[in-house]
Structure formats: structure tokens, C-alpha cells
Nanobody, 118 residues
Framework: QVQLVESGGGLVQPGGSLRLSCAASGFSFSSAAMSWYRQAPGKEREQVAALTDTGRSANYANSVKGRFTISRDNAKNTAYLQMSSLKPEDTAVYYC???????????WGQGTQVTVSS
């Protein structure tokens, strides 16, 4: 059974940083590209970052490029999203899923709330 457990969110001031974690199980993590998505209130879920299975190639949404970094530890079956220079418009629930261009799994984890506010 596939499980994706996101953590690390919280309340942070504009300009601050957070690191999100995604603990994965139930599939071959080291063979899967991983992505982070976010969904703000009243908006559709959007992909913000993707990383290949080897970690050698990443892709970012224009809105987060230069501020967010996706990484992974295949030994720990965990993906990360380092977020810096956070802005109020980054406020959303953040999710992870397998896949580089689109989500592989139809079921999602509970997500982790990120709120950027002074």
C-alpha cells in the first residue's frame, strides 16, 4: 500500500525558510521521480518541483525557481523541499507524489500546511 507522509510545514514570516519532508513507502522509491505540489485555498493543485529518480535533474515552477530546492535521500525513502525567501503567496497545503510530469498515484497524503504571514 502506497503511503506518502508530508511534514515540516508551519507558520513562517515573509523571507523565512522551511524544509518539508515526504516519507514514502509501498513502492520502489529509488526508481521513481518525485514531485512536490501545493494547493492554496480556492485554487487548483499545482506542481512546484520535480526530481528524477537519481536526483540529477530537477524542474521548478517559475513562481518558485531560485527559492525552492527539491532533493531526495533514496536510502531513507524521503524527498525534501527546501523553501527559502518565502512569500505570502507561497501559503498553501503542500503534497508530494511520485512522477516527474504528472502524479503517479491517485491517492494523496494529508499534506502539510505552510503559512507565510507577518
Amino acid at each position: 500500500q502506497v503511503q506518502l507522509v508530508e511534514s515540516g510545514g508551519g507558520l513562517v514570516q515573509p523571507g523565512g525558510s522551511l524544509r518539508l519532508s515526504c516519507a514514502a513507502s509501498g513502492f520502489s522509491f529509488s526508481s521513481a521521480a518525485m514531485s512536490w505540489y501545493r494547493q492554496a485555498p480556492g485554487k487548483e493543485r499545482e506542481q512546484v518541483a520535480a526530481l528524477t529518480d537519481t536526483g540529477r535533474s530537477a524542474n521548478y515552477a517559475n513562481s518558485v525557481k531560485g527559492r525552492f530546492t527539491i532533493s531526495r535521500d533514496n536510502a531513507k525513502n524521503t524527498a525534501y523541499l527546501q523553501m527559502s525567501s518565502l512569500k505570502p503567496e507561497d501559503t498553501a497545503v503542500y503534497y508530494c507524489n511520485a512522477g516527474f510530469f504528472k502524479p503517479v498515484f491517485s491517492s494523496w497524503g494529508q499534506g502539510t500546511q505552510v503559512t507565510v504571514s507577518s
